[in-house]
Nanobody, 128 residues
């Protein structure tokens, strides 16, 4: 059974930082990719960042580029999202997602349908 478990969310003031973690179990995604999406109340789920597991190639939404960094730890089979300079508009539930392969990721990394597995989400709240 594949499981993705997010952690690290919380309440921060604008300008603060958080690091989210996503621990994967049941399988590795060494031949695939992982990503972060987020969903604010009343809004659709939106792409945040993605990474090709083996090569480390990264992709970012324009809204977070330069502030967020996606990374992974091969030994721990864990995905991270370092979030700096947080803004109130970053407030959302953040979801970890994984894809078994990375084929076409250069075209589809922001498409939630590309990802096969999803975590439960972790709440990030940024106050102004």
């Amino acid at each position: 059974q594949v499981q993705l478990v997010e952690s690290g969310g919380g309440l921060v003031q604008a300008g603060g930082s958080l690091r989210l973690s996503c621990a994967a179990s049941g399988r590795t995604f060494s031949g695939g990719a992982m990503a972060w999406f987020r969903q604010a109340p009343g809004k659709e789920r939106e792409f945040v960042a993605a990474i090709i597991w083996s090569g480390g190639n990264t992709f970012y939404a324009d809204s977070v580029k330069g502030r967020f960094t996606i990374s992974r730890d091969n030994a721990k089979n864990t995905l991270y999202l370092q979030m700096n300079s947080l803004k109130p508009e970053d407030t959302a539930v953040y979801y970890c997602a994984a894809a078994a392969t990375f084929g076409n990721i250069y075209y589809r990394h922001a498409d939630e349908k590309f990802y096969n597995y999803w975590g439960q989400g972790t709440q990030v709240t940024c106050s102004s």
